[in-house]
T-cell receptor, first 113, second 115 residues
């Protein structure tokens, strides 16, 4: 069974630009979550989608948005990029059940210049 | 709000020795899950071990075991017979048992294994 796939793996943007990151979950997983990982801050929860509905959202500005498609694939978008948005963005999928664990992708490393 | 604290930014252990990573958390919930995730250098994060709060018995997975102290809100990870492949960032995480799949992670502990 294929794991969680994130694209692109690496990208460089400049301040003010926008970026879209993609995540394909494990087949059969209906829940997709996004996390921002930065040194010293650990992983910060961005949002979680289940069956195309956003179930929860973290404390990030409105520049961060996401969506989930009917095939469970998810995208997140960051508009008007700031230097502080440089981070590893991790996607994780889950069956969404009580005992379900998170399965992570390798992440998309965003550098904002 | 729930919080997870890992007070050890970095730990070192000799190969074949035992090491314990600490984690404390704060929550008013009674039903929840606790996890330890491992993130090897430049590789994806994987689940090491999971503990359900309503289970008193400490979880064990081969060389990995936890010491879960619910009243003290403590959840430490013990790695026995440490191997070079255990070198990684270890994250402690919390999740409510129902209603949300929002995980709260600690800031991580970098484990170095010395040959």
């Amino acid at each position: 069974k294929a794991g969680v796939t994130q694209t692109p793996r690496y990208l460089i943007k400049t301040r003010g630009q926008q970026v879209t990151l993609s995540c394909s979950p494990i087949s059969g997983h209906r829940s997709v979550s996004w996390y921002q990982q930065t040194p010293g801050q650990g992983l910060q929860f961005l949002f979680e989608y289940f069956s195309e509905t956003q179930r929860n959202k973290g404390n990030f500005p409105g520049r961060f948005s996401g969506r989930q498609f009917s095939n469970s694939r998810s995208e997140m978008n960051v508009s008007t990029l700031e230097l502080g948005d440089s981070a590893l963005y991790l996607c994780a999928s889950s069956q969404g059940r009580r005992h379900g664990e998170l399965f992570f992708g390798e992440g998309s490393r965003l550098t904002v210049l | 709000a729930q919080t997870v604290t890992q007070s050890q930014p970095e730990m070192s252990v000799q190969e074949a020795e035992t090491v314990t990573l600490s984690c404390t958390y704060d929550t008013s919930e009674s039903d929840y899950y606790l996890f330890w995730y491992k993130q090897p250098p430049s590789r994806q994060m994987i689940l090491v071990i999971r503990q359900e709060a309503y289970k008193q018995q400490n979880a064990t997975e081969n060389r990995f075991s936890v010491n879960f102290q619910k009243a003290a809100k403590s959840f430490s990870l013990k790695i026995s017979d440490s191997q070079l492949g255990d070198a990684a960032m270890y994250f402690c995480a919390y999740r409510r048992a129902s209603g949300t799949y929002k995980y709260i992670f600690g800031t991580g502990t970098r484990l170095k294994v010395l040959a």
